[in-house]
């Protein structure tokens, strides 16, 4: 999934009936998950936007690997 950039890569965990991913190219671990495919997508954009928002609010340049 790609979103404001940014890319991820995603797993589904049988035993827990989960989908789980993490965010790819960049310093900071963020990871998200979801039990559909529509909270997975949503859990995505919420991490982005937050991790986005932190970055801002202290002033440090969100980092990207590109």
């Known amino acids: 999934m790609k979103y ?9 965990d049988a035993n ?3 989908f789980f991913g993490r965010v ?3 310093r900071d671990v963020i990871a998200f998950d979801g039990q559909t495919a529509d909270e997975l997508k949503q859990s995505f954009h919420n991490v982005i936007d ?3 928002a932190d970055c801002q609010q202290v002033g440090k340049y969100p980092s990207q690997l590109k």
């Open 4 to 12: 404001k950039g940014y890319e991820s890569v995603v797993e589904f």
């Open 16 to 18: 827990d009936q989960i």
């Open 50 to 52: 937050d991790y986005l």
């Open 24 to 26: 790819l190219g960049i």
